[in-house]
């Protein structure tokens, strides 16, 4: 669940921006595939992410998780992308979504269920079945290097050609580290040095499909 931290956090911080050039409010709404039931903790971190969402402030009723038995949480299994496409557009047009922000093609972290909902969202683009007005935009994945220099990669993250750049915060960081931490079924000791040295807890680097 930690990846869907990541991405409400671009979700939140996009709308805040948006929101200072427009008037009127938007809404962040979350949607995972899965509970995270890979080790038959499923209920376990669908509280946690509720937690989590809320430090975030997102509220529980603007939280989905589908859980469908033939889109696993296994990363040894290929997910069928136009099962997984149609699910995925079916929330777009009920919920009238107009900007969705998702993984792109390394997944951020390889995992297979990340690209495989990037490869979803790329066929609904191409294919022009998204709705008129809906734009998407992918979390950019670095190699391994630049994934844990913190904010030693915003000079090369602001150079680097994208379609949004988000820095945070110190406040925003540790709200964010709060947030992960509500995970705590999933608090192995690699996520922990995530939560210190990742650059995703400070910046993330999106592009538009």
Known sequence: MASSDVLAKSASKWLRSTERKHEGCGQV?????????????????????????????????????IDHRD???????????QLLAAFVLEHIEANNINL???FDAGGVSGHANHVSLYT????????????????VLVLESVNLFRKYISVLDVPLS?????????????????????????????????RRVYMLFSRYMVINSLRLL
């Not at 979803?120 to 734009?135: D, T």
């Not at 050609?161 to 999933?186: K, V």
Request: hydrophobic share 40%; charged share 25%; proline share 5%.
């Open 71 to 81: 889109l696993p949480d296994n990363p040894a299994v290929e997910w069928d992308t």
């Open 158 to 190: 602001c150079l680097l050609p994208r379609d949004a750049l988000f820095i945070l915060t110190e406040e925003e960081t540790e709200q964010a580290r709060r947030a992960m931490r509500c995970h705590r079924s999933q608090l192995l000791w690699f």
């Open 100 to 102: 969705v922000i998702t």
């Open 29 to 65: 709404l979350l949607c995972l595939l899965f509970s995270g039931n890979y080790y038959n903790q499923g209920e376990i971190r669908k509280k946690e992410l509720e937690q989590s969402c809320f430090l975030l402030g997102i509220p529980a009723s603007d939280v989905t998780v």
């Open 120 to 135: 979803a969202l790329r066929s609904l683009h191409s294919e022009g079945k998204l709705p008129e007005g809906c734009r």
